[in-house]
């Protein structure tokens, strides 16, 4: 070897190890589901288009990642370029100033495309903090053939009063098969988001304008009575246990008649691990005439935290991941039926999409159902359909969720869990200093 | 007479005990198995416990899906990294304690458990931002750090109530020999300690392998043990049970071939000085 081919070689070296150098790693923290698991399988069309960008990638039960993700941001730790954020974060976050601002997406992005009722979840003051990569409402999942049998038909829109109806209809308890199966189990993400959701629909409101809150109204008395009545009567045993997973479970062995829950249980339902898969229609969420039904709103989206190191990089990949080009990217690798839903118009006039999601119609009216800055029927000063996004809201959700876990478990009377969960959250509301 | 009464007895004890291992046992059998079914099986009404079709598919997805080796090695490193810093301080600590008390060891002593009371998150934001500002946030270094100063108490209480067991005029008669402190504890305290030594280091390897709030709130994709990579199998709306279960027993089975095949020592260890 000559000493030029020797210089060469070590120059050619040393241009290497600048351009490693050079790579950019971005963090990117995630929650564990179908969606975002697929995401990170399919990101090495990313990294192939930019190969100055390496990810690393950091997925976390829902529950351990918020607060994992709340320490850094509000401590500015700098560990993530990339968060996975619900629509509850997303407004406390902009306010204070923590997101960086996705107003200067690429014109080919096409932000306007993104459907109005999760761009409004996602935005303060018309800025939009988070692009969303799937959407979600909830909606009523039941068996058609069940409803047949009980001589009943399932409008496209139900109202409270059918449900009750089909729910003594169908239940049938010697053999296991359950009217109505729904959320019991406490947490501020579990019964209190359906039953938030539910009471918007009876008129009832957490906060009146000046942010007293209202669980000693009739409305909240009518729907907490309502939900209490449907379990005890027609649910499954031990449902002040039971959450998502648990429903989940009970309809794929055919032990519900009807469940209400998130759409993104559709896929799931008529999937090959249920044995009722060829059986499940699917309607609106409840109303009760009052011009609001009882679903919800939420999207799990990529935000960028403000103070990263690596920001264009990140606007980068949060551009690609939320994009069309990423659904279609879906769509050839595992089918339509697969693509992120509830996020983009143009998926919705997508014919090929509509023939392979027999649920995506419900699921686009679902979202669309939804306000989240007119949640209930009555103003209020906040913003949210299932949640009340202010920083305190987890803490007294969970409590008073406890408390109507305790009632659906026959611990205590509805009047006696609504006058528990009042005082609690009076008592943090004063304590945090609201309406004062 | 008497001596059929003790069989019986014993018998008793003995299905009992049984009973008692079983029982304590079964959530981990439970989860070793429902690893082994599909996810529709692992939800199924009533459960089947032997007969179902036995698939390893759930292993074969989670070591396609995740690094496990990372985080096996981040867990072996941050474990025995933490345990072995941790004997360094606390074996010198401990003799000085238990063979030249001074009048406020005692309560030194109990100032050192009541650390253990704290719950951990009242504490989570100032270590984090000391870590944000040392640049420890994500680094093996900084897990080892927090681990060693949370089972610190442990150790040193452990070694302490050893260290008292063992006469103080065997140590006098090695210095009266010549030698030095350095000396006196390698090599005259810490060979009679080993059975003491061991337990503890076996305990506080298994504490600091299964510690999940330090380890999950300061990582995040480089030195994430393996308790990240359990949470990344958990979700509350998704049936992953199947292969939550797989990633546990990934995770558990190292550390429960250890107590399996260290099960005498730690039990010696810990009923050391009990009976007397």
Same mark, same amino acid.
């Given at each position: 070897?000559?000493?030029?081919?020797?210089?060469?070689?070590?120059?050619?070296?040393?241009?290497?190890?600048?351009?490693?150098?050079?790579?950019?790693?971005?963090?990117?923290a995630?929650v564990?589901? +179908?969606?975002?698991?697929?995401?990170?399988?399919?990101?090495?069309?990313?990294?192939?288009?930019?190969?100055?960008?390496?990810?690393?990638?950091?997925?976390l039960e829902e529950n351990v990642l918020r607060q994992r993700v709340t320490t850094d941001i509000a401590t500015?730790?700098?560990?993530?370029?990339?968060m996975t954020i619900g629509t509850y974060e997303v407004p406390i976050w902009a306010k204070q100033?923590w997101l960086?601002?996705?107003?200067?997406?690429?014109?080919?992005?096409?932000?306007?495309?993104?459907?109005?009722?999760?761009?409004?979840g996602?935005?303060?003051?018309?800025?939009?903090?988070a692009?969303?990569?799937?959407?979600?409402?909830?909606?009523?999942?039941?068996?058609?053939?069940?409803?047949?049998?009980?001589?009943?038909?399932?409008?496209?829109?139900?109202?409270?009063?059918?449900?009750?109806?089909?729910?003594?209809?169908?239940?049938?308890?010697?053999?296991?098969?359950?009217?109505?199966?729904?959320r019991?189990k406490a947490g501020w993400g579990e019964n209190m988001a359906f039953l938030t959701a539910?009471s918007?629909?009876?008129?009832?409101r957490w906060f009146?304008?000046?942010w007293?809150p209202?669980f000693?109204?009739?409305?909240?008395?009518?729907?907490?009575?309502?939900?209490?009545?449907?379990?005890?009567?027609?649910?499954?045993?031990?449902?002040?246990?039971?959450g998502f997973?648990?429903?989940?479970?009970?309809?794929?062995?055919?032990?519900?008649?009807?469940?209400?829950?998130a759409?993104?249980?559709?896929?799931?339902?008529? +999937?090959?691990?249920?044995?009722?898969?060829?059986?499940?229609?699917?309607?609106?969420?409840?109303?009760?005439?009052? +011009?609001?039904? +009882?679903?919800w709103l939420w999207a799990w989206s990529?935000g960028?935290?403000?103070?990263?190191?690596?920001?264009?990089?990140?606007?980068?990949?949060?551009?690609?991941?939320?994009?069309?080009?990423?659904?279609?990217?879906?769509?050839?690798?595992?089918?339509?039926?697969?693509?992120?839903?509830?996020?983009?118009?143009?998926?919705?006039?997508?014919?090929?999409?509509?023939?392979?999601?027999?649920?995506?119609?419900?699921?686009?009216?679902?979202?669309?159902?939804?306000?989240p800055?007119?949640p209930?029927?009555?103003?209020v000063p906040y913003t949210g359909v299932q949640f009340v996004a202010i920083p305190e809201f987890q803490g007294i959700a969970t409590a008073v969720g406890q408390q109507f876990s305790?009632?659906?478990?026959?611990?205590?009377?509805?009047?006696?869990?609504?006058?528990a969960a009042?005082?609690l959250t009076s008592q943090e509301m004063q304590a945090a200093g609201y309406?004062? | 007479?008497?001596? /059929?009464?003790?069989?019986?007895?014993?018998?008793?004890?003995?299905? /009992?005990?049984?009973?008692?291992?079983?029982?304590?046992?079964?959530?981990?059998?439970?989860?070793?198995?429902?690893?082994?079914?599909?996810?529709?099986?692992?939800?199924?009404?009533?459960?089947?416990?032997?007969?179902?079709?036995?698939?390893?598919?759930?292993?074969?997805?989670?070591?396609?899906?995740?690094?496990?080796?990372?985080?096996?090695?981040?867990?072996?490193?941050?474990?025995?990294?933490?345990?072995?810093?941790?004997?360094?301080?606390?074996?010198?600590?401990?003799?000085?304690?238990?063979?030249?008390?001074?009048?406020?060891?005692?309560?030194?002593?109990?100032?050192?458990?009541?650390?253990?009371?704290?719950p951990?998150v009242g504490?989570l934001i100032?270590?984090?931002?000391?870590?944000?500002?040392?640049?420890?946030?994500?680094?093996?270094?900084?897990?080892?750090?927090?681990?060693?100063?949370?089972?610190?108490?442990?150790?040193?209480?452990?070694?302490?109530?050893?260290?008292?067991?063992?006469?103080?005029?065997?140590?006098?008669?090695?210095?009266?020999?010549?030698?030095?402190?350095?000396?006196?504890?390698?090599?005259?305290?810490?060979?009679?300690?080993?059975?003491?030594?061991?337990?503890?280091?076996?305990?506080?390897?298994?504490?600091?392998?299964?510690?999940?709030f330090?380890?999950l709130n300061?990582?995040? /994709?480089?030195?994430?043990?393996?308790?990240?990579?359990?949470?990344?199998?958990s979700s509350p709306e998704?049936?992953?049970?199947?292969?939550?279960?797989? /990633?546990?027993?990934?995770?558990?089975?190292?550390?429960?071939?250890?107590?399996?095949?260290?099960?005498?020592?730690?039990?010696?260890?810990?009923?050391?000085?009990?009976?007397?």
């Amino acid at each position: 070897m000559t000493k030029t081919t020797r210089i060469l070689m070590g120059a050619t070296a040393l241009c290497g190890m600048a351009a490693i150098a050079q790579a950019e790693t971005l963090t990117i923290a995630t929650v564990n589901n +179908g969606d975002m698991i697929r995401m990170q399988e399919l990101s090495s069309d990313f990294t192939e288009k930019h190969p100055d960008i390496e990810l690393d990638w950091v997925t976390l039960e829902e529950n351990v990642l918020r607060q994992r993700v709340t320490t850094d941001i509000a401590t500015k730790g700098g560990q993530y370029d990339v968060m996975t954020i619900g629509t509850y974060e997303v407004p406390i976050w902009a306010k204070q100033n923590w997101l960086v601002p996705l107003d200067d997406l690429p014109e080919e992005y096409d932000a306007e495309d993104i459907l109005p009722a999760i761009a409004g979840g996602l935005s303060v003051d018309g800025t939009l903090y988070a692009a969303p990569f799937y959407g979600e409402s909830s909606m009523v999942m039941y068996r058609t053939d069940l409803m047949e049998e009980a001589g009943l038909e399932m409008p496209d829109a139900p109202t409270w009063d059918f449900i009750k109806e089909a729910a003594a209809a169908m239940t049938d308890k010697e053999n296991e098969v359950y009217g109505i199966c729904l959320r019991g189990k406490a947490g501020w993400g579990e019964n209190m988001a359906f039953l938030t959701a539910m009471s918007n629909s009876y008129g009832a409101r957490w906060f009146d304008e000046n942010w007293v809150p209202q669980f000693d109204s009739p409305e909240w008395k009518a729907a907490l009575d309502d939900y209490l009545m449907l379990l005890n009567e027609y649910g499954p045993p031990g449902a002040a246990n039971n959450g998502f997973n648990e429903n989940l479970a009970l309809f794929q062995q055919g032990k519900c008649g009807m469940w209400i829950d998130a759409t993104v249980a559709a896929s799931f339902v008529t +999937g090959d691990d249920s044995t009722v898969a060829d059986k499940v229609g699917f309607a609106l969420a409840p109303d009760n005439g009052l +011009g609001k039904r +009882g679903n919800w709103l939420w999207a799990w989206s990529l935000g960028i935290p403000a103070g990263t190191d690596a920001e264009d990089a990140a606007k980068t990949f949060v551009a690609w991941a939320t994009s069309k080009e990423y659904a279609e990217l879906v769509a050839e690798k595992e089918g339509w039926a697969n693509v992120p839903p509830g996020t983009r118009t143009s998926l919705y006039e997508n014919q090929e999409y509509l023939d392979a999601a027999p649920f995506a119609q419900m699921t686009l009216d679902s979202i669309n159902a939804a306000d989240p800055n007119n949640p209930t029927v009555d103003p209020v000063p906040y913003t949210g359909v299932q949640f009340v996004a202010i920083p305190e809201f987890q803490g007294i959700a969970t409590a008073v969720g406890q408390q109507f876990s305790a009632a659906l478990a026959g611990q205590m009377s509805a009047e006696e869990a609504l006058q528990a969960a009042q005082d609690l959250t009076s008592q943090e509301m004063q304590a945090a200093g609201y309406g004062q | 007479m008497a001596r /059929a009464v003790s069989n019986r007895r014993k018998v008793g004890y003995t299905i /009992a005990a049984w009973i008692i291992g079983l029982a304590i046992f079964f959530p981990i059998l439970w989860t070793i198995v429902t690893s082994f079914k599909t996810e529709a099986e692992a939800i199924s009404s009533p459960p089947s416990f032997m007969f179902f079709n036995w698939t390893t598919e759930n292993y074969t997805t989670v070591l396609e899906r995740s690094n496990y080796f990372r985080h096996f090695w981040n867990s072996v490193v941050i474990s025995l990294g933490s345990t072995v810093l941790g004997l360094i301080i606390a074996i010198p600590a401990a003799w000085s304690m238990a063979f030249v008390p001074a009048k406020h060891t005692k309560n030194v002593l109990m100032w050192m458990l009541s650390t253990k009371m704290l719950p951990p998150v009242g504490v989570l934001i100032p270590i984090y931002l000391i870590f944000r500002d040392v640049g420890l946030l994500d680094t093996k270094t900084g897990l080892v750090i927090v681990l060693t100063l949370i089972n610190l108490p442990i150790i040193v209480w452990m070694l302490y109530t050893y260290f008292k067991e063992i006469p103080g005029e065997i140590l006098e008669a090695s210095r009266m020999d010549g030698a030095s402190l350095r000396d006196e504890i390698i090599y005259v305290l810490t060979p009679m300690a080993v059975p003491g030594i061991a337990s503890t280091l076996l305990l506080n390897v298994i504490l600091a392998w299964n510690e999940a709030f330090w380890t999950l709130n300061l990582t995040a /994709a480089k030195a994430a043990p393996l308790t990240a990579f359990i949470a990344s199998y958990s979700s509350p709306e998704g049936l992953f049970y199947a292969k939550l279960s797989a /990633a546990s027993t990934m995770a558990i089975a190292p550390i429960l071939i250890l107590g399996w095949f260290s099960q005498k020592q730690l039990v010696r260890g810990l009923t050391f000085g009990a009976v007397k």
